[in-house]
Structures are given as structure tokens and as C-alpha cells.
T-cell receptor
Framework: AQSVTQPDIHITVSEGASLELRCNYSYGATPYLFWYVQSPGQGLQLLLKYFSGDTLVQGIKGFEAEFKRSQSSFNLRKPSVHWSDAAEYFCAVGSMDSSYKLIFGSGTRLLVRP | DVKVTQSSRYLVKRTGEKVFLECVQDMDHENMFWYRQDPGLGLRLIYFSYDVKMKEKGDIPEGYSVSREKKERFSLILESASTNQTSMYLC???????????FGPGTRLTVL
């Protein structure tokens, strides 16, 4: 069955520290992948996406993610976290075989210590 | 600036009431989606529509129906609301296959 796992429910980092949020997927077909961010009381905003090509993708707000097919992972990174990055982050996976449907992970809530 | 709007940010209804959640997008997108979001479960797809008057069930359609009479508008209907339908409901739209989904701000529905 297709699935997306975000193993960390909560992560706390200090402002200025680096960040890595994990995402693992199980998908039969070639996937395309997204990271979304949700600030409190808001809808989801796209941070970045991977369809093909360069496996390191750059997104907005200084985020990047690396697609590793051998590890079925698409981890999100940021070299220096800002207090405004505190939010919930969702990884999502789709494929050309699944029509328009995306499968979302359960989310990781990021807390930032001053 | 692209925009998906939802008719209410907060809604409180009673058990057994018929509830309508409205979503409008101004991007001329073909595809629209309704999700519910619950803590620890992420987003789960209720229904989606790939054209006017066309719809398909998502992963959790039970207790819900949808309507899409115009391209820009996609409605989610709870025929008889129950307390287990208390949740955050998110609408999204996208132009085509494998494209980014644009989300509305969500409607937090409480059923008493």
C-alpha cells in the first residue's frame, strides 16, 4: 500500500540551528514529492516540489530537500532556523499512476527556542 | 495572486444538521479537492472533482457528498452531521496532474 511516514511528531530546535525533517515513502511507481508548511490557523503553503531531474531541490524561505530513491526518502533541510519557521510541516507524495491524488504524511510540528 | 477561499473559518453545528462548506477558486483550475485534517492523521482526502459535475470518492467519503455545478466552486455537504465529523476541513485546487495544490485557509467545524 502507498504510504508516507514522517517519523517525528515534534521537533524542537534553537533559533540559528540547522534543521532536518524526515519523510519516507512507500510507492510502487515513480513518485513526485512535495513539502508543505502550515502556520497556525492557516492553510497549507508549498515550500518545494520534486518531479524529476536534479535530486536536490531548492524552495522558498531558504528550505531545500533531497530526493534519495535508494532510501525512499525526501528529507527537508534548512541551515539556520528562524523563529518564524515554527509551524507544522507536511510531506506529500503522488504519482502519475494515482491520478490527482496526493498522500500526506501525518506532519511534524516544529518548535523554535529563542 | 492565486486564491482559494472557504466560506467560513469557524462553524458550530448540532448533530443531525445538514452542513454546507463552500470553496471557491479564482485560478480556472480543473481539479478541486476536499480534505479533512485531524491531529496525528495528516490530511485525508474526502472527495475530489476533475471537472464540472464530475466527482470521485477519496479515502474517507462516508457521511459526505459534494457538488460542483460551476468550475470555480466546490461544495462539501454533510447530510446529517455527527460529532465524529468535528474537524478541520481544507479545500484545494490544481490545474492538472502532478501540479501543486493550492489550499484555502480551512474551516474548523465543531458538531455538538
Amino acid at each position: 500500500a502507498q504510504s508516507v511516514t514522517q517519523p517525528d511528531i515534534h521537533i524542537t530546535v534553537s533559533e540559528g540551528a540547522s534543521l532536518e525533517l524526515r519523510c519516507n515513502y512507500s510507492y510502487g511507481a515513480t513518485p513526485y514529492l512535495f513539502w508543505y508548511v502550515q502556520s497556525p490557523g492557516q492553510g497549507l503553503q508549498l515550500l518545494l516540489k520534486y518531479f524529476s531531474g536534479d535530486t536536490l531541490v531548492q524552495g522558498i524561505k531558504g528550505f531545500e530537500a533531497e530526493f534519495k530513491r535508494s532510501q525512499s526518502s525526501f528529507n527537508l533541510r534548512k541551515p539556520s532556523v528562524h523563529w518564524s519557521d515554527a509551524a507544522e510541516y507536511f510531506c506529500a507524495v503522488g504519482s502519475m499512476d494515482s491520478s490527482y491524488k496526493l498522500i500526506f504524511g501525518s506532519g511534524t510540528r516544529l518548535l523554535v527556542r529563542p | 495572486d492565486v486564491k482559494v477561499t472557504q466560506s467560513s473559518r469557524y462553524l458550530v453545528k448540532r448533530t443531525g444538521e445538514k452542513v454546507f462548506l463552500e470553496c471557491v477558486q479564482d485560478m480556472d483550475h480543473e481539479n478541486m479537492f476536499w480534505y479533512r485534517q485531524d491531529p496525528g492523521l495528516g490530511l485525508r482526502l474526502i472527495y475530489f472533482s476533475y471537472d464540472v459535475k464530475m466527482k470521485e470518492k477519496g479515502d474517507i467519503p462516508e457521511g459526505y457528498s459534494v457538488s460542483r455545478e460551476k468550475k470555480e466552486r466546490f461544495s462539501l455537504i454533510l447530510e446529517s452531521a455527527s460529532t465524529n465529523q468535528t474537524s478541520m476541513y481544507l479545500c484545494a485546487s490544481t490545474y492538472g496532474l502532478a501540479e501543486e495544490q493550492f489550499f484555502g485557509p480551512g474551516t474548523r467545524l465543531t458538531v455538538l
